[in-house]
């Protein structure tokens, strides 16, 4: 059973910084691909940025390009998503999913919310 958990949500200031967490269990992520979506109310469910397991090979949306980071911890199962320089429409609940295939993303964490004020 794939569980993902994630942590870290709060608030920052236009500038600032947070780094969200993601706990993942219930299999070997070696062969998958870990990635990170948000959501803001009232909006679509946006893709973020993604990680393979096993090479570290990112990908990001151009929204966050060059200011968020994604990463992970093999030994913790955990990944990151490092965001840096911080504005206001980074605001919304951000998840954490599992790539089954192609683009396919069979499991998804609880979510985290960030506020971002100016």
């Known amino acids: 059973q794939v569980q993902l958990v994630e942590s870290g949500g709060g608030s920052a200031q236009a500038g600032g910084s947070l780094r969200l967490s993601c706990a993942a269990s219930g299999r070997n992520f070696n062969n998958y691909v870990m990635g990170w979506f948000r959501q803001a109310p009232g909006k679509e469910r946006e893709f973020v940025g993604s990680?393979?397991?096993?090479?570290?090979?990112?990908n990001y949306a151009d929204s966050v390009k060059g200011r968020f980071t994604i990463s992970r911890d093999i030994a913790k199962n955990t990944m990151y998503l490092q965001m840096d320089n911080l504005i206001p429409e980074d605001t919304a609940v951000y998840y954490c999913?599992?790539?089954?295939?192609?683009?396919?993303?069979?499991?998804w964490g609880q979510g985290t919310q960030v506020t971002v004020s100016s």
């Open positions: 999913a599992v790539d089954g295939a192609g683009g396919t993303w069979n499991y």
């Open positions: 990680i393979r397991w096993s090479s570290g090979i990112t």
